[in-house]
């Protein structure tokens, strides 16, 4: 049974609220006192028969020292720590959480500890509803034109008020012209409100699919299907033409089905039986597998990608910097519209076309996780050799990642709060909060 420092804090608790000394459980259970003062003081871990002697004598089952339900607590507490930065010191002028007392302090402090777990979390769900409502406000283009749609019908009625209510002599004629005018500008900007109204009270449902643009509908449809398109392996794909033809817009089909023509033409140069043998034998190593099979690597990160159940996440960028695609992992924010973080080591990538991008980096504000990322440009030339070159990019997210990351990333300026960053182009609205 796994016990921690914690066992010790909560059996001195227990001791001291029934009123025993330690050399009366001490004796009860058949140690020193001196052995049970080093346990109870964090200094000595317990073995299994001792834990069950001690709890014995205390009348409590096991469970009750032994790390339970205060495992997911404690994790809760290292993540704030490491999110707000001071596990590892990088708030200036504040101390370090002492995150070798965590236990200690979860021990002694059960309910203060609880409080600061949820507002960590609370404070994480905040971030992100922040996350989305700021890609929401700042880039949703259907948005933006409904507001303007209806400042405009605004100002206009505002014009056609002021002249009816500050000109006396207006002849008949153009004061029913004014009149027509403004009953038009009026029901549309009626008809305006309706609209936005009912497009942010679908808002709801717009959060829970992911779904505000064409791009989000396919990766919502991949992303229900567990981002696996079995009927590519089984040579069937034309049985996902009914799916396709349900998507709600047009332009969301078209990008599904040149997605499962490229997932074809990907599972036909990788193989899915041979693939998964050639990742085991050759270490997962995109340019080895790249090379084994004939075929570049954005093919080789896409096929890993869309596996069955792979944890990979994977996001493809074009020429101009982009997200044209993006398969989420936990712990990796990726905007819907606003401009990414430039110290992605996909836009590395972007810059240095057919050089290989592999770095180690930990996230800003989701608990300090970290990745291993691999990312890789492709040019390509469709008007031939005087032609525009056109640049393909991809990054392959790998999550859980031993080791410290060498570069530390956000999701996108607006709401990253490290205040710091040599790469900032704007200040964040989470910089009062961070700070």
């Known amino acids: 049974m796994q016990t921690t420092a914690l066992a010790g804090t909560r059996l001195r608790q227990r001791r001291l609220s029934m009123g025993l000394r330690q050399a009366d459980l001490a004796q009860r259970a058949g140690i020193s006192a001196s052995y049970l003062n080093l346990i109870e003081h964090n200094r000595r871990r317990i073995g299994p028969d001792v834990l069950g002697r001690l709890a014995a004598a205390l009348g409590l089952p096991e469970q009750a020292l032994s790390e339970g339900a205060e495992g997911g607590l404690l994790d809760d507490l290292r993540a704030a720590a490491a999110e707000t930065g001071q596990s590892l010191g990088q708030t200036p002028g504040k101390a370090a959480a002492e995150l070798d007392r965590i236990e200690d302090f979860a021990g002694r402090f059960p309910g203060w500890a609880g409080v600061l777990a949820d507002l960590h979390r609370r404070s994480g769900r905040l971030a992100r509803a922040v996350e989305a409502l700021n890609d929401r406000m700042s880039h949703d283009p259907h ?22 209510a500050e000109t006396e002599d207006i002849p008949p004629d153009w004061r029913a012209r004014f009149h027509r005018n403004l009953h038009q500008d009026s029901e549309r900007l009626a008809v305006g409100a309706e609209a936005l109204v009912a ?10 699919t992911g779904i505000a643009a064409p791009l989000e509908e396919l990766e919502a449809w991949l992303g229900g299907r567990g981002w696996h398109l079995a009927e590519v392996e089984t040579g069937d794909s034309a049985a996902l033409e009914a799916q396709i033809a349900g998507l709600a817009s047009g332009a969301a089909r078209v990008l599904a089905r040149a997605w499962v023509g490229r997932a074809v033409q990907d599972a036909a140069a990788l193989p899915m039986a041979d693939f998964v043998a050639a990742r085991v034998r050759l270490q997962d190593d995109p340019a080895a597998l ?8 954005l093919t080789v990160f896409r096929r890993i990608a869309m596996l069955p159940d792979a944890p990979e996440g994977l996001v ?9 695609f993006r398969k989420p992992v936990a712990g990796f924010a990726l905007p819907r519209f606003g401009a990414a973080c430039p110290l992605w080591p996909l836009f590395t990538a972007l810059s240095r076309p057919m050089v290989p991008v592999s770095a180690l980096i930990a996230t800003v504000g989701s608990g300090g996780r970290r990745f291993a990322v691999r990312a890789f440009c492709q040019p390509r030339y469709p008007g031939g050799f005087g032609g ?4 393909e990019a991809a990054m392959l997210i790998l999550p859980d990642a031993a080791g410290k990351g060498d ?7 607006r709401i990253c709060a490290r205040s710091a960053c040599p790469a900032r182009r704007e200040p964040s609205i989470l910089a009062e909060a961070a700070g």
């Open 407 to 413: 570069v530390l990333v956000g999701s996108t300026c």
């Open 143 to 164: 948005l933006q034109a409904s507001l303007h749609e209806m400042l405009s019908a605004v100002s206009s009625v505002r014009s056609t008020a002021g002249i009816l």
């Open 290 to 297: 790249a090379l084994q099979f004939g075929t570049d690597l």
């Open 388 to 391: 525009p070159e056109l640049r």
């Open 199 to 208: 497009y942010l009270d679908g808002s709801g449902q717009a959060e829970e």
């Open 316 to 324: 493809i960028c074009d020429g101009s910097g982009t997200l044209v």
